[in-house]
């Protein structure tokens, strides 16, 4: 006779499979053999999809992508028995989705067919990683124009960190791209940063040369190592007020954090950067640092090319409490 739940399970099944077909997600399905008996289920799935990492088949089984005799299964170390079937929908992974163009609207103070100078927003992470693959700078330009799909990294030539603000200069042709990166690399790109930092110096100006290097305790923080990259950040000191400082900052160098870990480095950390000892102040929640000033040749004609950006709102209210107007 015939069985209910046989057919309903079946009838599941094949549900499944055409909506993981309708959404582009490829299933594969293997029987256990002998040679497979006793074996641990995601040891399986690496045999049945060796292009993916076995964290990345653990994380399908956990999310309930897999089954065993059409039941889903999520515990990894369940052992098979010869003859039962696996099936797992190879959904997949947030990295190779990430590179997706995504309409977001852009504060752009220039552009020509060659690059674009935009004014980046706090919040705004510029390149997929890790705990964010998408909303970002990135997926913005993908969308934006049809060139940036040609390009390594979409034209981006510099990064800002998520939290902090400011002017960024983007390539739109793959000779741009090249001449930034040379112009960035020979040092030709003029960058400043303002900052409020915790502190009074003793000093008015001063070069910071410290070789920054991956904290080896910490990987999210960058430390000043002796066997980290040159790097170099001119700072200078407009005004103190209640031991908070404001600060210019020349760029001479382009390390991943380099102002916070200088200024960090000097006993001045910024306001508000917890990764580097800064403590909160003035209403500020995030970092205490803005690229407002961005001038550099046009790679592709020589014409200079010079910009500024005003503080974001919650920025400027804090500087102004330290600057008069």
């Given at each position: 006779m015939p069985d209910p739940a046989a057919d309903a399970a079946e009838t599941q099944t094949d549900t499944e499979t055409d909506e993981a077909e309708e959404a582009g997600?490829?299933?594969?399905?293997?029987?256990?053999?002998?040679?497979?008996?006793a074996r641990r289920l995601d040891l399986m799935l690496v045999a049945m999809a060796p292009e993916f990492s076995r964290s990345h088949l653990q994380g399908l089984i956990a999310a309930g992508h897999v089954q065993v005799d059409g039941v889903v299964q999520q515990t990894a170390s369940r052992k098979l028995r010869v003859g039962q079937r696996v099936?797992?929908?190879?959904?997949?992974?947030?990295?190779?989705?990430?590179?997706r163009p995504e309409p977001m609207a852009l504060a752009i103070v220039f552009e020509d067919e060659h690059l674009l100078v935009l004014d980046k927003p706090v919040g705004l992470v510029v390149h997929p990683a890790p705990g964010n693959w998408s909303g970002t700078l990135l997926n913005g330009l993908l969308a934006h124009h049809a060139g940036a799909a040609a390009?390594?990294?979409?034209?981006i030539v510099h990064r800002l960190d998520k939290d902090t603000s400011g002017l960024m200069v983007v390539a739109k042709t793959l000779?741009?791209?090249t001449a930034l990166v040379r112009s960035i690399a020979a040092r030709e790109v003029r960058r400043i940063y303002l900052a409020l930092a915790h502190g009074v110096p003793v000093w008015q100006q001063t070069r910071i040369e410290a070789p920054i290097g991956r904290d080896p305790v910490s990987r999210v923080r960058m430390a000043v190592l002796s066997q980290g990259k040159p790097a170099r950040t001119d700072v200078e000191c407009l005004a103190s007020r209640a031991s908070i400082s404001a600060l210019r900052c020349k760029l001479h160098t382009g390390r991943t954090h380099q102002i916070r870990v200088h200024l960090a480095h000097a006993g001045h950390p910024l306001v508000s950067d917890a990764v580097y000892g800064g403590r909160p102040a003035l209403g500020l929640t995030r970092q205490a640092l803005h690229a407002a000033e961005l001038a550099f040749a046009h790679p592709i004609d020589?014409?200079?090319?010079?910009?500024?950006?005003?503080?974001?709102?919650?920025?400027?209210?804090?500087?102004?409490?330290?600057?008069e107007a």
């Open positions: 997600v490829e299933c594969r399905e293997q029987a256990v053999d002998a040679a497979a008996h099936r797992v929908e190879l959904v997949p992974t947030a990295a190779s989705q990430a590179f390009l390594p990294r979409a034209g000779p741009a791209m020589a014409r200079p090319l010079s910009f500024v950006a005003s503080l974001p709102t919650d920025l400027a209210a804090a500087w102004h409490q330290v600057v």
